[in-house]
C-alpha cells in the first residue's frame, strides 16, 4: 500500500496497535452471529439478538475513495451518535493528526483505500477507547463504522503468558514505530515502564517484570518476563 498516513498519524496508530489487535478479537468473540439492524436516534445496534448502545465513528465511500469522520456528517452534527467520536476531532486537533482533525479524508491516493478506512477506524476506536470497532455495509459502495459504547463488551486483559504474541502481532501491524507500539500497550493498561538505551522495562500487575528488546533498526528482538521467585 501506498503510505500517504502522516508521521503524526502512524505514531498514534502504533499506539494502539497491540492492545486494539486483542481487544478487536475478543469483540468478535463477543458477538453472536446474525444480520444486524441500527437505529441511529437511539444509539442501539443490534446483532444475532444482542442489542448494544452504539456511537458511530465514520464511513467510507468506496466509490470517492474517501472517509468521513461521524461528527463531520451533516446529517449527525450535534446528534447523541456521535458525541463519543466528537472526541476524535478534537484530539487530532490538539495534537495536529490531520487525518484526525478533518471531517472529509482523501483516500483515492492509497492502493487499497479499503484498507486506508480501516486503519482510520482502528486509529480513531483507540483515541476514544472504545472496545473495538464495527464495519457494516450500509449501501451500494458505502460502509459504516460504529463503535460499541456499551460497558458489556468485555476488555482484553494483560496476560504475562501471552505478551510476547500480543506485542509481536501489534508491531507487524502496522510496522513504522515498534517501540511506540509497546509503550502503547503499557500506557492502556497502566503500567509503569521505563526506556533504558534498546529496550523497555514494564512492571507487571501482578509482580513480574516484562523487557521487551529491540535491534538495530527498531524491531523487537525479544519479550522476556521475570516471574516472582524463578
Given at each position: 500500500m501506498t503510505n500517504r498516513f502522516s508521521d503524526a498519524f502512524l505514531l498514534e496508530a502504533e499506539r494502539h496497535a497491540a492492545w486494539g489487535?486483542?481487544?478487536?478479537?475478543?469483540?468478535t468473540s463477543f458477538l453472536p452471529e446474525g444480520p444486524w439492524t441500527a437505529e441511529l436516534s437511539s444509539c442501539t445496534y443490534q446483532q444475532?439478538?444482542?442489542?448494544?448502545?452504539?456511537?458511530?465513528?465514520g464511513t467510507y465511500d468506496g466509490d470517492e475513495r474517501s472517509w468521513m469522520w461521524g461528527?463531520?456528517?451533516p446529517g449527525w452534527q450535534g446528534a447523541e451518535v456521535v458525541a463519543l467520536t466528537e472526541a476524535v476531532g478534537?484530539?487530532?486537533?490538539?495534537?495536529?493528526?490531520?487525518e484526525l482533525?478533518?471531517?472529509?479524508?482523501?483516500?483515492?491516493?492509497?492502493?487499497d483505500p479499503h484498507r486506508a478506512a480501516e486503519m482510520l477506524a482502528f486509529?480513531?476506536?483507540?483515541?476514544?477507547?472504545?472496545?473495538?470497532?464495527?464495519?457494516?455495509?450500509?449501501g451500494p459502495g458505502t460502509r459504516v463504522y460504529f463503535l460499541p459504547d456499551?460497558?458489556?463488551v468485555p476488555r482484553a486483559g494483560l496476560e504475562p503468558v501471552t505478551l510476547p504474541r500480543v506485542l509481536l502481532t501489534g508491531a507487524g501491524l502496522i510496522g513504522h514505530s515498534a517501540p511506540q507500539v509497546v509503550r502503547g500497550f503499557f500506557e492502556y493498561h497502566r503500567v509503569p515502564h521505563?526506556?533504558?538505551?534498546?529496550?523497555?522495562?514494564?512492571e507487571l500487575p501482578d509482580g513480574n517484570t516484562a523487557e521487551v528488546g529491540f535491534d538495530g533498526l527498531g524491531r523487537i528482538s525479544g519479550v522476556g518476563v521475570d516471574r516472582i521467585g524463578r
Open positions: 489487535a486483542e481487544q478487536l478479537q475478543v469483540l444475532g439478538g444482542l442489542e448494544l448502545r452504539v456511537a458511530v465513528l461528527w463531520a456528517n478534537r484530539y487530532g486537533r490538539a495534537h495536529g493528526i490531520p482533525a478533518e471531517g472529509l479524508v482523501d483516500l483515492s491516493g492509497f492502493d486509529t480513531g476506536m483507540g483515541v476514544a477507547g472504545a472496545p473495538g470497532y464495527l464495519g457494516q455495509m450500509a456499551d460497558p458489556r521505563r526506556v533504558e538505551a534498546d529496550r523497555i522495562v514494564a
